[in-house]
Each structure stands twice: as C-alpha cells, then as structure tokens.
C-alpha cells in the first residue's frame, strides 16, 4: 500500500486527533508529519501522580488521550509522525509495526549523531534511546500507538515524537513515560545543528522504506513573517509560498465569456430583496458580491449571513467588512426563520462571520438560528457554512447538537496556499472540522476555489483529502478577485477545468460534485443535499495505490 503523506506544521492535538479518527477508517495508508504546541499528555496506562506540576507553568495544556504508555509532552522543535496504516491481522503485528516505527527514527538519529553515541531501544521501555551501553540512557524518541479494527481491517493510529530541538523544561513538569532515573534528551541538545524540516525529511524517508512506498508528499508551506506589516503581507505570504503575485491576472483583465453575468431583475428578484430588507437582514449574497445573485433571488433563494456583518478575519479572498464587530443581535435568528417562513423555503442556507472575538465564536448563535427555523417552519432543511472555529470541539458541538441538515466549512484553496489565503485557518484544522462533523452523522460539505495559483493536481490531492475524512459534497469554482488589496487571479480556468475536476471528485467517491466557473458554496445548494445520502461508516477508497 501506498503512504500519503501530510506535512502540516503546527497542529492542536484534538484537531490532529480528530483528523486521525477521520483518516483511520480510510483504505489508505497515512503519515500525518507535523509539530504540536505545548502540550502533555496521557496514555491510557498513565499514572496521574507522574504529573509533577502544572504544564501550566510553560504554557502546556493537559490532555488524556487513548495511545498505549504513560505520560509525555510535545511542543514546537518536535517532529511528530502520525502513521495510519493497515497491519496483518495478527498478534505479533502490532511489536512489528512498532519496531518500524522506531528502527525509523534509529536510522535518524544515528545518521545525524554518528556512530560515537550508541542509538537503540532500551528492554523493557518502549521508543528510542541514546548511550544505550552508558550508565544513564537518554530518551529522545517517545513511542505510544493504538490498534482498531475497522471493517475486519487492522489500523493504528498515533506513533512516534522525536526531539530536535524541544526546550527540555516541558519534561521536567512529568515523570516521562513514567521512568523516574532516565533523562530525556534531543538532538540539539546531543550536539547535532539540523533543522525540524530537515530531520523531517530524514525520518518520512527511512518510514516509507519500512511501511510503503510514497503516493503523494503535500506539505502545509509554513510562512514566518517576523517584519511589520507594511501593506505588501499578502504578497510577502504569496511569494512564501512560491506564487509570483506579478505573474498573475491584471485586475483589468477582461472576464471570458463564461464569466460574464446577465443581469436579471425579474419580479421574484425584487421580491425576496424586499424581504431581506423589511426584516433587516444581511446575506452573503450582497455582503460578498456573488456573481449568482440575479438567479437565486429570482428563484427565491437567498444565504442569510449571522453574527453580524463584519468578520474578526482579513481572508485574501473575501469581500466582508473587517473592521471591529458589533455586538450580536438576539432578535437575528428569529428574523432569517421569518425570512425563511415568508419565502416559503424547503432548504434554508446560513452562513457566518468568522467572530474570533466571542467566547463561542458564534457557535450560539448559529445554533439557535438553527432551532428558530425549525420552529417556525419544520418541514424546511437547514444547510450552515461555518468558520473553522478556531478548532475548539465544545463550540462545534454547540452546532452539531443543533443537528443542521448539511454542515459546510470551506477548505477555500490548497494546502500549499493556506497560510498565503487563508492566515487565521488552518488546512489541519479544517479537515478536523469536518472530519469531527461526518463522524457525527452529518451530511458534511466543503469548498474550493480554482484560480489563486493552485494546480490542477493540487485540487485533486485536496479532493481525496476531502473525501478521506468523509465530506459527501464539495463545491469548485473560479476566484475572482474582488479588490487590488485581494489575493490576484492567477488563471481564469476553462470550464472543461471544472468538468474534469468533478469527474475526479466523484471517482474520488464524493456523492455530489458542483463544479463550475460560476459555482459558489450555496449554488445550487438544495440540490446538493438532495443528491448527497449519507456516507455508510465503512472504509472509504480514496484512489489509494499501491
């Protein structure tokens, strides 16, 4: 079987969690690469006494997790590989994967190191250690996996953190892997200079040789910016992330014909704005300049945008007013369920804000919007597309609890182009959104945009991401540039571009595809859902080789 490997940089350990729980029932084989935040944590096994003090002290959060061992901690200068893959249905299958894993990272630390320092296990404790003949061996390298069994099929999850150059202090704060007379130690710290990227590189090498060849090798592109803001952050992103902002589209340059919108003011057009406008209403549709406003207002349809109209984030992409929010409006879920009522609509689309300055993040609200339609008229579905929350399970919970008909959060473009487009996501975090929300028994939606500089390849690897944590429905369509302060247009894409990409999509295994240049995330929405039945909790093929 084939590896997929993910390079995705800094990453929560709930949303790389729950990325896991998405990815393990999946047909292919994964390597999730990345690096956590301060953070401690305990295995099943774990004694709550080798907890000295509080992680606190050094900005590390608490968690309990379900590996197998003890007590250890992760921070930043601390490569992090997540292996999901299939092993023999066997007993003896689970030491062996174990022992890959860490004949790995021996390989490392042994090459980086030289044969002065001897790298090996030590009996009886599990991960990888250095001096292993001294008096005192040194754990650089944790070990802590689990086994499930999906579908008759034999899958692991969690693997191995191995210390670069991690500030040593987090491990004073434990009792590491509950051995209280072996020090812990890291590469730096051992003498080696080589960088986290570097020893990643090293290590996703020596793993493929040992679990199966690379399918595909797609890194999050990390963007340090350390100058101020002078005006040109978006360009300094974009070049960042291998985008040449001057070799892209003129913002005068001429729309194909594809791209050209008649404008249709038919009578059901002044109708559904009159609602809107008697009942003090905002919709994406104004708020965003979408190119389909004339035919879904003529049709009836319209997505009515919560929390207010001005968002806590500055997207690349996006049209919506940043300047500082307002308070929320309790009356507002009530008045979209009027407007939903009065319209006589069967599917109702909701979307958001991005309100990082709530303790919710707005999560609230959007569920009682939820709760106000379906009082008001029960028969209507309810579709919501929703930011990304900042990862935080209690806020999305406030929202799945809500049960809405379809649940979107938009992946907007690739991974490489994340931090360029989207600096306050996350690509880790959104498929953890989503992946946490089909694990829920929703109908899960996202969205891509063709145009920022991606290629076509890139959309595709982000399709099977897409499919693999269980979204049924994806959008595709043209970015088009809103402003000269926006993200510039790298290609207006034929619409054969987007034909074939819902062809890719739905081989993929995505129920529903809307692909087009004119499609956006609510285009069409009614039929989505219809077309998108849920997704059985079986295995999901994603065009894995091998």
């Known amino acids: 079987m084939a590896l997929r490997v993910r390079r995705l940089g800094r990453v929560d350990f709930d949303e790389a969690y729950d990325l896991q729980r998405a990815l393990v029932r999946d047909e292919a084989d994964w390597l999730l690469v990345l690096e956590h935040p301060p953070t401690v944590t305990l295995g099943r096994r774990a004694d709550p006494s080798h907890v000295l003090r509080s992680p606190d002290e050094l900005g590390a959060r608490l968690i309990a997790t379900d590996r197998g061992g003890d007590v250890t901690a992760h921070g930043p200068g601390q490569v992090v590989v997540y292996a999901i893959v299939t092993i023999d249905d066997d007993p003896a299958a689970i030491p062996a994967h174990a022992h890959r894993l860490e004949d790995a990272a021996i390989e490392v630390v042994e090459g980086l190191l030289g044969h002065s320092t001897t790298v090996g296990r ?84 020596a793993l493929a040789r040992r679990l ?58 002044a109708a559904t704005r009159s609602v809107v406008a008697d009942l003090g209403l905002v919709t994406v549709c104004e708020e965003a300049g979408c190119p389909n406003i004339f035919e879904c207002w003529s049709q009836g349809t319209a997505t009515f945008m919560v929390n207010g109209e001005r968002c806590t984030r500055a997207c690349a992409f996006c049209l919506i007013d940043t300047r500082k929010p307002e308070a929320l409006d309790a009356s507002e879920p009530e008045r ?63 929202i799945i609890d809500a049960k809405p008909d379809v649940l979107n959060h938009n992946l907007e473009t690739v991974a490489r182009l ?97 692909s087009s240049p004119l499609t956006r995330s609510s285009y069409h929405a009614r039929e989505a859902a219809d077309a998108a039945s849920a997704v059985p909790v079986t295995m999901r093929k994603v065009g894995a080789q091998g």
Request: hydrophobic share 40%; with cysteine.
């Open 212 to 269: 199966g060849p690379m399918f595909d090798d797609v890194s999050v592109h990390p963007v340090t910016i350390g100058e101020p803001d002078t005006g040109r952050m978006l360009e300094r992103r974009l070049r960042a992330a291998g985008q040449d902002p001057s070799a892209a589209l003129p913002l005068a340059t001429r729309k194909p014909a594809w791209l050209r919108i008649p404008v249709r003011r038919e009578d059901s057009f």
């Open 336 to 398: 979209v369920a009027e407007a939903v009522a009065t319209m006589g609509l069967s599917h109702a689309v909701v979307t958001c804000v991005a309100r990082d300055d709530l303790a919710d993040g707005g999560a609230g609200a959007i569920a009682e919007t939820i709760r106000a339609i379906r009082r008001r008229r029960p028969a209507t579905t309810v579709e919501v597309l929703i930011s990304d929350l900042k990862g935080r399970r209690e806020d999305l919970d406030l």
């Open 418 to 514: 994340q931090r360029a487009i989207r600096p306050s996501a996350g690509y880790a975090r959104s498929l953890g959104v989503l992946a946490r929300s089909a694990s829920a028994g929703l109908v899960t939606k996202s969205g891509l945009m063709v145009g920022l500089g991606e290629t076509d390849d890139e959309i595709e690897t982000a399709l099977g991401d897409l499919a693999a944590v269980g979204v049924q429905i994806v959008t595709i369509g043209q970015y088009l540039r809103p402003t000269e302060a926006h993200a510039p247009v790298a290609r207006y894409a034929d619409p054969e571009v987007f034909d074939r990409l819902a062809a890719t999509g739905r081989a993929l295994g995505l129920a529903h595809v809307q």
């Open 122 to 205: 030590l009996e009886g404790h599990p991960g990888v250690w250095v001096d292993v003949d001294g008096e005192r061996p040194a754990k650089i390298c944790a070990l802590g996996i689990r086994t499930e069994r999906v579908d008759g099929v034999k899958r692991t999850l969690h693997g191995i953190a191995l210390n670069v150059d991690i500030d040593l202090r987090i491990f004073d704060t434990i009792v590491p892997c509950g051995i209280a007379d072996r020090p812990v130690t890291s590469l730096a710290a051992r003498g080696a200079t080589v960088t986290t990227r570097e020893v990643e590189d090293r290590l996703v090498e």
